[in-house]
């Protein structure tokens, strides 16, 4: 059974960075799509980055040229630097993948606080 636990969020000021990682307990070579998510207090969910193992990528309009996504088989790790952050970057980041039709993995979440 494969888990998903986020690390690296924590307070930042504004145009601060940071980098978010999503580790998995099992081998992610076989983890093909795996996604960022983020929800504030009282808005909806947000899918924020995506990237396949073949290294398709997708960003969030809000977020494009400031996050990057990426990946690290050997560490079982996917990457989202987060760069030129925004009060309205505040939010839980969650990890998230999906697998076979109906199936989905999600990591606990970790929260991100952009303010001076």
């Known amino acids: 059974q494969v888990q998903l636990v986020e690390s690296g969020g924590g307070w930042v000021q504004p145009g601060g960075s940071l980098r978010l990682a999503c580790t998995a307990s099992g081998d992610i070579v076989s983890i093909n799509l795996i996604r960022w998510h983020r929800q504030a207090p009282g808005k909806q969910s947000e899918l924020v980055a995506s990237?396949?193992?073949?290294?398709?990528?997708n960003y969030e309009d809000s977020v494009k040229g400031r996050f990057t996504i990426s990946r690290d088989n050997a560490k079982n790790t996917v990457y989202l630097q987060m760069n030129n952050l925004k009060p309205e970057d505040t939010a839980v980041y969650y990890c998230?993948?999906?697998?076979?039709?109906?199936?989905?993995?999600w990591g606990q979440g970790t929260q991100v606080t952009v303010s001076l």
């Open positions: 990237i396949t193992n073949g290294g398709i990528i």
């Open positions: 998230e993948n999906p697998y076979g039709s109906i199936g989905t993995r």
